[in-house]
């Protein structure tokens, strides 16, 4: 008896110390978003209005869409919003720059590498919060080989820039960093 009464013991003291290890743990993680996503919580529902091409620089015409599509699919995924055609929040966007540049001239006046040079402008408005809006533009660029034809990397060099001017346009809206 004084055999088993000693296990119980051990078992209850083991018992306890894993769960006020982990209760401390599971409680911080639920009231802290690693992300540093803060939405009001009266927000619930989000728009992404089309975008649209204002560049007038011969940017792929899916451009525009597939900026629509991945920043609604950003919001989707990553926030607890929901789409509706009458939103909490709503954004609105459009390509205002798609260009190409020569990047540095080496010895022999050509150039080592392009740039390409892409920038979109967000419209933010929180239909909640009348004084919650702001309009910004996001730009980034890739550099390719001056050797290379822009047909031939522009797939992969979009993917990035689209993959970092979405993050910047999440952050901005979502975040407090």
Known sequence: MRCSMKWYTSRFIKRTTHI????????????YSFKGISI????????????TDNSAEGAPVNLPDDFTFELDKKIRTETRLKQDDQPDILFEGKLTRFKVSPGQITSQENT???????????????????KD????TFSHYEEFPADQNLTDVQDELLKKIKDKIIEDIFNKAFTNW
């Open 40 to 51: 009001d919580p009266n927000v619930h529902t989000y728009q992404v209005a089309n975008f």
């Open 20 to 31: 006020s290890i982990l209760l401390p743990v599971a409680l911080m993680t639920s009231c």
């Open 133 to 136: 809006k702001w309009s910004r």
């Open 112 to 130: 080592s590498y392009n740039r390409l040079n892409v920038s979109v402008q967000i419209d933010y408005k929180n239909n909640l919060n009348p």
